[in-house]
């Protein structure tokens, strides 16, 4: 069990670029998340997949934000047209489907900044 | 609208005392309650999870109790450490299923000066 890894750990882009991030969860998880988070606050949802299917997307994924999870193992999200408003760190979760043993483990998560 | 809050925001203390971190919540309705550590610029680390129907659950110097109904939970932190500084997070689970998204508090950030 290597746990919840993201990829890049940083990533700084300029205000327009698209950036895609990725999330290996824990080999055996059929659950994956993302959250967002700014500096000072707890985080914050935006989405959920249940194996290859995203079950939930909030508010705050805007259109210009998309999320994958093919074949139901990895996960990439990809945000276009950055702005400086997304600077934040994304964090992937994980968690069996199992109903009593679903603790969410997250992963270092990735620093973005957008100049 | 389930929101979380923590308090207090930040908490200074010299190493070897007790200390108690407050969580409350506004929809008792809740799966499951999950307290975590965050250390600067990192992710998150699970600390203890306690589903509806459990009143406390503890780990070494860590002890987490819930009350649903008036919607607390504390996480009681025993002989602490200058390696127990970091932000410390509450989070519940909505009720009904077993999935679905956490709602965090904003954290209690915890220093502890030796």
């Known amino acids: 069990d290597t746990g919840v890894s993201q990829d890049p750990r940083h990533k700084i882009t300029k205000r327009g670029q698209n950036v895609t991030f990725r999330c290996d969860p824990i080999?055996?998880?059929?659950?994956l998340y993302w959250y967002r988070q700014t500096l000072g606050q707890g985080p914050e949802f935006l989405t959920y997949?249940?194996?290859?299917?995203?079950?939930?997307k909030s508010r705050l994924l805007s259109d210009r934000f998309s999320a994958e999870r093919p074949k139901g193992s990895f996960s990439t999200l990809e945000i276009q047209r950055t702005e400086q408003g997304d600077s934040a760190m994304y964090l992937c979760?994980?968690?069996?489907?199992?109903?009593?043993?679903?603790?969410?483990?997250f992963g270092p998560g990735t620093r973005l900044t957008v100049l | 609208k389930q929101e979380v809050t923590q308090i207090p925001a930040a908490l200074s203390v010299p190493e070897g005392e007790n200390l108690v971190l407050n969580c409350s919540f506004t929809?008792?309705?809740?799966?499951?309650l999950q307290w975590f550590r965050q250390d600067p610029g990192k992710g998150l680390t699970s600390l203890l999870l306690?589903?509806?129907?459990?009143r406390e659950q503890t780990s070494g110097r860590l002890n987490a109790s819930l009350d649903k109904s008036s919607g607390r939970s504390t996480l009681y932190i025993a002989a602490s450490q200058p390696g127990d500084s970091a932000t410390y997070l509450c989070?519940?689970?909505?009720?009904?299923?077993?999935?679905?998204?956490?709602?965090f508090g904003q954290g209690t950030i915890l220093t502890v000066h030796p």
């Open positions: 997949f249940q194996n290859e299917a995203q079950l939930e």
């Open positions: 979760a994980s968690s069996r489907l199992a109903p009593i043993y679903n603790e969410q483990f």
């Open positions: 080999s055996e998880h059929n659950r």
């Open positions: 989070a519940v689970k909505p009720g009904g299923t077993s999935y679905g998204k956490l709602t």
């Open positions: 306690i589903q509806s129907s459990q």
């Open positions: 929809d008792s309705a809740i799966y499951n």
